[in-house]
T-cell receptor, first 115, second 114 residues
Framework: SQTIHQWPATLVQPVGSPLSLECTVE??????LYWYRQAAGRGLQLLFY??????ISSEVPQNLSASRPQDRQFILSSKKLLLSDSGFYLC??????????????FGPGTRLTVT | AQSVTQPDIHITVSEGASLELRCNYS??????LFWYVQSPGQGLQLLLK??????LVQGIKGFEAEFKRSQSSFNLRKPSVHWSDAAEYFC????????????FGSGTRLLVRP
């Protein structure tokens, strides 16, 4: 069966420090992968998505970046964190087969607090 | 452009009472629709989905939703709410291009009175 992992679960970082959040999917190959951010009391904002290795699309211009170094690994990064980067970061995946009909499966999330 | 509206930010119901959470979408063709639930500090869990066919779909945890094309709605229902149903609920529609992006509503927070 397929599972999705996010690491770390929680993170407290000072303003100006770098960031690296990791998402990995097991039990599938060539999934679509997505990064979302959920600010406190707000809905989900799509940040990046990837349809394959090295293929990243950005939804919102900001100081974050994403990379997909391996088929089932999706990394969210920043060189210098801002206070406004605080939030709950969720990774999601969509199976590659057409029969899955686009439903996204979410990871457990990473709570980032920038101080 | 596709969009999803959840008009209720908060809803409070008593335990054992029935529940209906509203969702309206904007899309010209038949949409692919979803309801997700998020408990505090957790990821999103898929409750149910609609792609085609029977307009009343059953999901997990005793939830159901009805697709009404004439009203552009996909409301979530549960006949008897349990205290463990307290969570945030998101309605979503798939963007029909190669990205398969989900367009989410802003969410409805459900509070359950004992």
């Amino acid at each position: 069966s397929q599972t999705i992992h996010q690491w770390p679960a929680t993170l407290v970082q000072p303003v100006g420090s770098p960031l690296s959040l990791e998402c990995t999917v097991e039990g599938t190959s060539n999934p679509n992968l997505y990064w979302y951010r959920q600010a406190a009391g707000r809905g989900l904002q799509l940040l990046f998505y990837s349809v394959g290795i090295g293929q990243i699309s950005s939804e919102v211009p900001q100081n974050l970046s994403a990379s997909r170094p391996q088929d089932r690994q999706f990394i969210l990064s920043s060189k210098k964190l801002l206070l406004s980067d605080s939030g709950f970061y969720l990774c999601a995946w969509v199976p590659p087969r057409a029969g899955a009909r686009y439903e996204q499966y979410f990871g457990p999330g990473t709570r980032l607090t920038v101080t | 452009a596709q969009s999803v509206t959840q008009p209720d930010i908060h809803i409070t119901v008593s335990e054992g009472a029935s529940l209906e959470l509203r969702c309206n979408y904007s899309y010209g063709a038949t949409p692919y629709l979803f309801w997700y639930v998020q408990s505090p500090g957790q990821g999103l869990q898929l409750l149910l989905k609609y792609f085609s066919g029977d307009t009343l779909v059953q999901g997990i945890k005793g939830f159901e939703a009805e697709f009404k094309r004439s009203q552009s709605s996909f409301n979530l229902r549960k006949p008897s709410v349990h205290w463990s149903d307290a969570a945030e609920y998101f309605c979503a529609v798939v963007r029909m291009d190669s990205s398969y992006k989900l367009i989410f509503g802003s969410g409805t927070r459900l509070l359950v009175r004992p």
